[in-house]
């Protein structure tokens, strides 16, 4: 008999809420939405990377919470870590195209 994983749908909601909240950032960098305020693509950045450290202290703090809270955090804290360490591997693969283009700067 298999076995039941009751809470797998509440970690994959908690990994899925930063890749939406990082979504509707792009979509509001694509759309201007702030431009108003004075944002450029820095604020949108700076946001994202907010987002994923805030993620991190919430998912931490759910930690301390009853079961399906902290499944939740699980994911929001798995979730996170990936958006941090994805963004760590594109500034790196960043630099790395910089430094080997032909190109002055």
């Known amino acids: 008999m298999p076995t039941r994983r009751p809470h797998l749908a509440v970690k994959a909601a908690g ?3 930063p890749l939406l909240l990082i979504a509707l950032l792009v979509v509001a960098y694509d ?3 702030f431009g108003s305020l004075g944002w450029d693509g820095g604020e949108y950045l700076s946001a994202m990377a907010w987002t994923d450290v805030g ?3 919430v998912g ?3 930690l301390a919470a009853p079961a399906a809270w902290r499944s939740l955090g699980v994911g ?4 996170g870590s990936a958006g941090i360490l ?3 591997a594109f500034l790196a693969l ?5 430094a080997r283009t032909p190109i002055p700067f």
């Open 15 to 17: 990994f899925a809420l």
């Open 31 to 33: 759309h201007d939405c």
């Open 55 to 57: 993620v991190l202290f």
């Open 60 to 62: 931490a703090a759910l």
């Open 76 to 79: 929001m804290l798995v979730g």
């Open 86 to 88: 994805l963004g760590i």
């Open 94 to 98: 960043l630099m790395v195209a910089i």
